[in-house]
């Protein structure tokens, strides 16, 4: 099993590089040449894409994200768990043209020689590449604008009708237009003990939903 970062992939030009791919792949084969290899492939949008989207970007409530420190130039999934400046999970653009990106990454790689001993691949993405949302630790995500889209189209699926909104937040005066991604506060305030009454807490229960 190999980890390979988008970074090392994804040129800012545009461009797909498999060197590093087939780098790794024959570092392997030199030792093990019937090997089986699976790329863990971390779909993260690469750091370039990052600082030329900060629109796309994860927000975090009451809390400015930060710079990698230097070393994390040559560690891709360090310093993910902190308040890390990164992509919006929720981001349809990072979607779109990482989904592209991926594609055409396997379709060139498998035309190689290094591509024949290729048994799978594993899409990993968030902390660690186990898909946790930054910041999950100590801090609150995400509170973009990504992600506010997100979630009121996912209600709009759900609900399909603002009266219908109304009725499951106890609000009436909400609309699809008007929905806001919970704050740290509307998460930690249970209206049961330790357990969330869809009476009252609806909109929390409802946001977490649609993250997970």
Request: charged share 30%; net charge negative; hydrophobic share 35%.
């Amino acid at each position: 099993q190999l980890d390979l970062p988008m970074d090392c992939i994804w040129m800012e030009n545009g461009e797909i590089s498999l060197e590093t791919a087939k780098k790794q792949v024959r570092g392997v084969l030199e030792v093990c040449p019937d090997a089986a290899i699976f790329f863990r492939l971390h779909v993260n949008a690469p750091k370039w894409w990052i600082k030329k989207h900060p629109e796309e970007n994860v927000k975090y409530d009451k809390f400015e994200a930060k710079p990698d420190p230097a070393m994390a130039d040559r560690q891709y999934i360090y310093h993910d768990a902190g308040l890390a400046e990164r992509f919006s999970l929720a981001s349809k653009k990072w979607r779109d043209e990482s989904s592209e990106k991926v594609k055409e990454f396997c379709e060139k790689f498998s035309k190689t020689e290094e591509g024949n001993h290729l048994a799978g691949i594993q899409v990993a993405c968030g902390i660690y590449g186990e898909w946790h949302y930054w910041g999950l630790l100590y801090w609150e995500a995400d509170l973009s604008e990504p992600m506010r889209i997100h979630f009121s189209e996912w209600l709009r699926k759900k609900y399909r009708n603002s009266e219908s909104l109304q009725k499951a937040w106890n609000d009436n005066s909400i609309d699809f237009e008007k929905v806001s991604v919970p704050t740290t506060d509307e998460r930690e305030n249970t209206s049961a003990g330790i357990f969330r009454d869809p009476k009252f807490d609806q909109k929390v229960i409802d946001y977490y939903t649609c993250q997970h």
